[in-house]
């Protein structure tokens, strides 16, 4: 029952998640089992998304640490749902390696989001104004 609790109130650990998920969203596009099978032009677009995604995850994760609102979470989650479609947006879902992070890490964001949203949800905006740093 006491596992109910440590998830039950918003902890900093979790905005440093935030933060490493946005790096790792930023270096997916070389990791070194990528099969890289994407043509330039569409690897470009494709690189410029990852990267925009990430810093974004990595941005709004910062500033849930520093002053926690939630439309930082909100736009966490629609990043991360955002992540997950860009494959299939941008013409990159035939490589699978890649199609893959990209839906395992734009899960883990979405999961991570629903999480600091839910537990935030009944917060006063003095409470949130409070969350330890």
């Not at 998304?49 to 640490?65: D, H, K, S, W």
């Not at 609102?69 to 990043?79: A, F, M």
């Not at 860009?86 to 839906?103: K, M, N, V």
């Amino acid at each position: 029952m006491s596992g109910i609790h440590f998830f039950s109130k918003h902890r900093t650990w979790e905005d440093w998640l935030g933060m490493l998920l946005g790096v790792l969203i930023v270096v997916s596009p070389w990791f070194p089992f990528s099969s890289h099978d994407v043509m330039d032009a569409e690897r470009s677009t494709m690189i410029l998304n990852t990267f925009v995604v990430g810093m974004l995850i990595f941005g709004l994760a910062q500033l849930e640490y520093v002053a926690l609102q939630r439309w930082e979470e909100v736009g966490e989650i629609v990043l991360g749902l955002w992540l997950i479609a860009s494959p299939f947006i941008f013409g990159y879902s035939g490589d699978e390696t890649l199609r893959i992070w990209h839906a395992t890490l734009g899960g883990i964001v979405v999961l991570l989001g629903a999480l600091q949203l839910w537990q935030d949800w009944r917060l006063s905006d003095q409470e949130l104004a409070n969350h330890p740093q």
